[in-house]
């Protein structure tokens, strides 16, 4: 446990140590910003945060990986995981130490978007539980892109690399539940496949969250989706740290 | 202290480690010699449970490095040979996250720092960030760490490398001071070094152990100085490869 909050600590610090955390949240909040007023966030004349929900997934398709990206790539690359490892620190506590640092950091950025709950509440009275459980599905979906960004730092020592294959992998699983693309697999694939491939997309549980319904099955699509993704990322570590 | 038994280990058709075995005791300073790409720093990575063996294995203060590997990690001290560190961290961040990840609080904390900060003579960086020292400096803060727990073994890849004339003899004093209780694994490509700290050395080349013995008895053996020594043992041992280059 110890060393678990030694590493946890460490990487949470280094986030803010760097200009990096910074340059993330201010694109971030912008760009969150500036896709829910593009929607309409004022003209919809709704309290309620769903323009600001909606565009999330893409937003953390390309934001998500590039936190993810250095978690391991760069510590492989440096030499660090050498001396990381050497610490009576073992794989799974340094993955799940830097996984849950980098978690409680989009969770910080989530948190900073409140001006746009506050103005919501200030011009209406919207439905708070859909606020929070918009929230509560917003930060389950960036673990389960974090752990994706996670398993793909560890594949390749080059940062790049190992972010271009995330954004892919996330933007997969994202676009597979967008109705464009049902639509159009459903015009050659049975019917049984496309609501299978719907049920293994991002968006359709993200969605169905934002309807306000914390459902058991979507909560576990993303707590399943996290846990073996980090678990593979273990694997994958195991076997090439040295290298 | 350390016992290494038949420690084989290979990177696809490359074998680094070949079947090596040897003892170290309490008050042992030994000497890992050999030329470049000889298997030094696997071994050593794979004593520090880094790495882990293809087949063999080793145990440091009676922990299996297979069975327990955190017990192992936490009786030594391992200094990397490329001597990584976080470098956006201070130094004393730094030196405090290890703390951390050793569990070292409170007052053995402060007591620890206050050792070891002033032995590897380190004070006046203490509040710049790694990246901006000197690689001189560097090595002594990846010192620094793997001392602060005060550990019964001592694993050094190339301690001295980088250092200047004055700060080698500092971490050669160091080491002697540590020598008596402590066991000590230091590698290294600086033969006075050896006649300097160890008592013991063990050559090994292409993955093998070629000689175990003192540099004393090397010198009176060959009747010539370690140098020559060293490049007699291995120069004839891997002459088929020269010759057919």
């Known amino acids: ?243 | 202290m350390i016992e290494v038994k038949e420690l084989r280990r290979s990177f696809g058709p490359v074998v680094a480690v070949d079947g090596i075995s040897f003892n170290v005791e309490k008050g042992e300073v030994l000497g890992l010699l050999g030329p470049n790409g000889a298997g030094k720093t696997t071994a050593m990575r794979i004593l520090a449970c880094f790495l882990k063996p293809d087949s063999g294995t080793a145990s440091v203060c009676g922990h299996d490095i297979l069975q327990e590997p955190t017990a192992v990690k936490k009786s030594l001290g391992y200094l990397a040979e490329n001597v990584p560190a976080y470098s956006e961290m201070t130094v004393g961040g730094f030196l405090n996250f290890v703390c951390d990840a050793r569990e070292i609080k409170g007052r053995a904390r402060k007591q620890a720092l206050d050792r070891v900060v002033p032995s590897c003579s380190i004070e006046s960086v203490y509040h710049q960030t790694i990246d901006t020292l000197s690689k001189g400096y560097k090595r002594r803060v990846g010192l620094a760490q793997a001392l602060i727990h005060d550990p019964r073994v001592l694993i050094l890849d190339e301690p001295t490398d980088g250092l200047d004339p004055n700060q080698k003899h500092d971490v050669r004093k160091l080491i002697n001071k540590m020598a008596k209780d402590k066991c000590i694994i230091i590698s290294t490509h600086i033969l006075e070094e050896v006649e300097a700290v160890c008592t013991r050395t063990v050559i090994i080349a292409r993955g093998r152990i070629l000689v175990d013995s003192t540099p004393k008895d090397l010198k009176e053996e060959h009747q010539c100085s370690l140098n020559s020594v060293f490049r007699k043992i291995t120069t004839t041992n891997t002459g088929k490869k020269a010759k057919s280059a």
């Open chain 1, 1 to 243: 446990m110890n060393s678990f909050l030694a590493v946890f600590k460490r990487e949470l610090k280094g986030y803010f140590a760097t200009p990096l955390a910074y340059v993330f949240l201010v694109i971030f909040l912008f760009f969150s910003g500036y896709l829910a007023f593009k929607e309409g966030f004022y003209e919809m004349r709704q309290a309620d945060m769903a323009a600001f929900f909606r565009n999330l997934p893409l937003l953390f398709v390309f934001m998500v990986p590039s936190t993810a990206m250095r978690l391991w790539a760069e510590e492989r690359k440096v030499g660090s995981i050498e001396l990381l490892l050497t610490l009576p620190i073992t794989i799974t506590q340094a993955v799940l130490g830097k996984f849950f640092a980098a978690w409680l950091f989009l969770a910080i950025a989530l948190a900073l978007t409140f001006p746009m709950v506050i103005t919501v509440c200030y011009l209406g009275n919207p439905d708070i539980g859909l606020i929070i459980t918009g929230y509560l599905g917003s930060l389950l979906m960036a673990g389960g892109f974090l752990a994706i960004g996670c398993f793909f730092s560890a594949l390749s020592k080059n940062q790049v690399i190992s972010f271009v294959l995330s954004v892919v992998a996330c933007a997969i699983l994202v676009f597979a539940g967008m109705p464009t693309t049902l639509n159009y697999i459903s015009t050659f694939l049975p019917a049984g496949m496309v609501s299978a491939i719907e049920g293994m997309s991002f968006q359709t549980h993200f969605e169905s969250i934002q309807r306000g319904v914390l459902w058991f099955g979507d909560v576990s699509y993303f707590v399943l989706l996290i846990v073996g993704w980090i678990a593979a990322c273990t694997i994958v570590l195991d076997e090439r740290k040295a290298r």
